[in-house]
Nanobody, 123 residues
Framework: QVQLVESGGGLVQAGGSLRLSCAAS????????MGWFRQAPGQEREFVAL???????YYADSAKGRFTISRDNAKNTVYLQMNSLKPEDTAIYYC?????????????????WGQGTQVTVSS
């Protein structure tokens, strides 16, 4: 069982930055692929970024060049640095963990989810 707790969300102006953190419980953090998804009101949850357990990272097109995912296995924590934020980035951001066996941008690949943290970008 893995428990995930996100932090770092908030209100920021367009062009600003935020860093989200996700602390995971358990002693097997390094064996999990760690991702971030987001969900805006009235929309489906969508993939943002993945830090694969082997070290590679993957991003949604909307995040490439602006967002950076990283993980610290010693601290059982994954981060999402978000720069050049836009109003369309406004959403609840969810941390997730899984052992990916297929398409990494699909929610069903992930077994564990945090409660989410709100990110609001004003214009």
């Amino acid at each position: 069982q893995v428990q995930l707790v996100e932090s770092g969300g908030g209100l920021v102006q367009a062009g600003g930055s935020l860093r989200l953190s996700c602390a995971a419980s358990g002693r097997t953090f390094s064996t999990y692929d760690m991702g971030w998804f987001r969900q805006a009101p009235g929309q489906e949850r969508e993939f943002v970024a993945l830090a694969w357990r082997g070290g590679r990272t993957y991003y949604a097109d909307s995040a490439k060049g602006r967002f950076t995912i990283s993980r610290d296995n010693a601290k059982n924590t994954v981060y999402l640095q978000m720069n050049s934020l836009k109003p369309e980035d406004t959403a609840i951001y969810y941390c997730t963990a899984g052992q990916i066996g297929g398409a990494y941008d699909q929610t069903h690949q992930y077994a564990y989810w945090g409660q989410g943290t709100q990110v609001t970008v004003s214009s």
